[in-house]
């Protein structure tokens, strides 16, 4: 039945949270309001339990003699503190505004439910020492009447909480790969808030790891141990880098505040967790040793792949551009394409990759009648969108720089017809007339994309770990999405070649020639 629920809920995500906020927002609303009227009833019991407000109470039975585990007994109560990362985790697709305003009523439904569990402990005590099984006090303080709707609003509000997870991953997944710490992943939006998005790839790997915990763990008290040690690790993590955008923005005494007084308590709820390693634990510890070998493979196998790069692979487009102008002219050259599209790095200085002028002039000459070399830079902001052209005092070659924040979508494709359309009204570049067309008067040619895939070359002198780092940044880039479809590519032509990624060059030996006088002075080889 848990299964079922779940594949229900992964393949609902392409709808978008506002098809399913629709249906989650009142049942959430019900939900809490639910829990404050049961855990208010049940109160009236015994009103002793609001001494709970107190610490005292607390710390006197974390350092008295009848709590045998000490410290550790924090491990037990942190779920109670847990939830409210969810909810800002998932900012991006319900808006601040919204959880802002809600607050303060979960908050307050929350405690009160957590006080009449408390009244219901306290006025049952006999009876639940004297019973053989300890029942969940949340379902002992429902009535006959509300037990089994009471189950039903709870599994429910299980489902919009794992909701809540799902999105909230989706935001951080995009917001990863916009500071390239992760592989590109395409990112779809199902409705016309940006915020809220699509993650095909992110989907189903969540839905495939929740089946796998969920067989594993089959129960939810089995799961408590690896939840809760999570939960304590995202929220020292949120710690730890509050503190530096508060040093960053130059608040360093707050700063510090907040890493001493929030670290404190998170570093004794973690060390009270790590109880629960062998008990559940470690599944999140792998789970968190393999997402973060991705992320270094990926984000320094990157840093390392440009530190040992030989300069001499670089080269100044500037030196080139009379050999292209020159292919361009060429007609005993076949036609390639009209606009031919070579999306690299082209630094301020002009240097560029040799591979890819060696793909254009010496592997198989490619004629174009314009050459674009298209540069996608991330910026800091989030919704950037602006370009500049540098054309090296020509009318066909094309130094396109192109700025999009990191929210925005990289639609190479939609872009270039833009500028195209723009370069030509300003005579810049010719006008490309086609002869055969369904559109009458198009003046914009055809487009072919040239991509290039590297290979790590065995001619290549570099340790083993460096070339495990960037041999697996390759695998993820390989393996992720595909330049074409982060791109936005998929309808144009597309030309991929495959190169050879030298590091450090090894030094080939010469080898020797010998001028055979008589054929007798060849030694046969001991194999033949």
């Known amino acids: 039945m848990t299964f079922s629920i779940l594949l229900v809920l992964f393949l609902l995500q392409r709808f978008g949270t506002s098809f399913i906020g629709k249906g989650f927002g009142p049942i959430m609303l019900l939900w809490f ?6 855990g208010l009833s049940n109160m009236f019991a015994d009103f002793s339990v609001l001494k709970a407000l107190s610490p005292h109470y607390g710390l006197m039975l974390l350092f008295s003699k009848t709590n045998k585990v000490g410290i550790f007994i924090l491990g037990s109560v942190f779920l109670a503190t847990t939830g409210a990362e969810a909810l800002y985790s998932d900012m991006g697709h319900v808006g601040r505004k919204n959880i802002y305003l809600t607050w303060p009523l979960v908050c307050l439904a929350l405690l009160l439910n957590y006080f009449g569990q408390g009244a219901y402990l306290i006025t049952h005590l006999a009876q639940i020492k004297a019973a053989k099984a300890f029942e969940n006090p949340f379902y002992a303080i429902l009535s ?25 991953s989706f935001t951080l997944v995009q917001e990863a790969v916009g500071l390239k710490v992760l592989p590109r992943m395409k990112v779809e939006h199902p409705s016309l808030s940006r915020g809220q998005i699509y993650i095909s790839a992110v989907n189903w790997l969540l839905c495939l790891c929740t089946t796998l915990v969920l067989f594993y763990f089959k129960t939810s008290e089995h799961m408590e141990a690896a939840y809760g040690l999570a939960i ?45 390693f062998a008990h559940g634990g470690y599944i999140t510890a792998v789970i968190t ?102 054309m090296m005092g020509t009318r066909n070659i094309v130094n396109l720089q192109l700025y999009l924040g990191y929210k925005m979508s990289p639609s190479v494709n939609l872009y270039l017809y833009q500028i195209v359309s723009d370069l030509m009204q300003k005579d810049v570049i010719d006008e490309q007339p086609q002869k055969y067309t369904t559109n009458p008067g198009r003046i914009v040619g055809n487009f072919s994309v040239l991509m290039i895939q590297e290979v790590l070359s065995p001619n290549t002198r570099i340790s083993p770990w460096i ?13 992720s999405t595909t330049p074409v479809q982060w791109f936005g590519l998929e309808t144009s032509e597309v030309h991929l070649e495959k190169v050879p990624l030298f590091l450090k060059k090894r030094s080939v030996p010469v080898i020797e020639q010998r001028v055979i006088l008589n054929p007798k002075d060849i030694k046969r080889s001991t194999c033949e």
Request: glycine share 2%; no cysteine.
């Open 289 to 390: 040793a393999l997402i973060l070998a991705m992320m270094v493979a990926w984000y320094f196998g990157n840093r390392v792949r440009e530190r040992y790069a030989d300069r001499s692979e670089m080269v100044n487009l500037r030196n080139y551009k009379q050999m292209l102008l020159d292919l361009s002219k060429d007609e005993s050259e076949p036609l390639f394409t009209d606009n031919l599209i070579i999306l690299a790095k082209v630094k301020r200085d002009l240097s560029i990759k040799r591979e890819i002028l060696y793909s254009i002039l010496d592997k198989k000459p490619k004629r174009a009648k314009v050459y674009w070399f298209v540069s996608v830079n991330t910026t800091d902001e989030p919704y950037t969108n602006y370009y500049t052209v540098d």
């Open 33 to 38: 309001g639910f829990l404050a009227v049961i």
């Open 144 to 168: 006959p009447n509300l037990y089994l709707f009471g189950v039903l609003l709870a599994t429910l509000a299980a489902i919009i909480a794992s909701q809540a997870l799902i999105t909230g």
């Open 467 to 479: 070339r495990l780092l960037i041999s697996a940044r390759i695998f993820l880039q390989d393996h």
């Open 232 to 276: 304590t690790l995202t929220m020292l993590m949120t710690t730890l880098l509050l503190f530096e955008y508060l040093r960053m923005k130059e608040k360093t005494p707050l700063a510090y505040l907040v890493l001493v007084v929030f670290g404190v308590i998170e570093i004794i709820f973690l060390l009270a967790s790590l109880s629960k």
